[in-house]
């Protein structure tokens, strides 16, 4: 399976990782389950990532591409206790 990612092919998605991280300043990988060009915008990569069960409120989030963080995101994660698994 390969990915793209930013214009650079990604064999799997091994090179590629997120972390969040909480207020308590505990870091959690993220599983990215799906990376692809977002349609329609130029340059533009959409990520589907899983964050743990009970991680929820407010987190740094950033991708990791072959070992190197990104700048960090504040993202507030919302459990609905309604969707799927």
Known sequence: ???WLAGLLI????????LAEDGAQRVFPLTVEHAS????VERVT??????P???AGEVLF??????TPSNK????IQN??????
Do not use: F, N
């Open 62 to 67: 950033s991708v990791c591409l072959r070992g």
């Open 53 to 55: 069960d009970g991680l």
């Open 46 to 51: 959409q990520l589907v990532v899983r964050p």
């Open 11 to 18: 064999p799997g998605l091994t090179a590629l990782g997120a």
């Open 73 to 76: 995101a504040s993202v507030i």
């Open 80 to 85: 609905s206790g309604s969707g799927p698994p």
């Open 37 to 40: 060009r977002l349609a329609g």
């Open 1 to 3: 399976m390969r990915k």
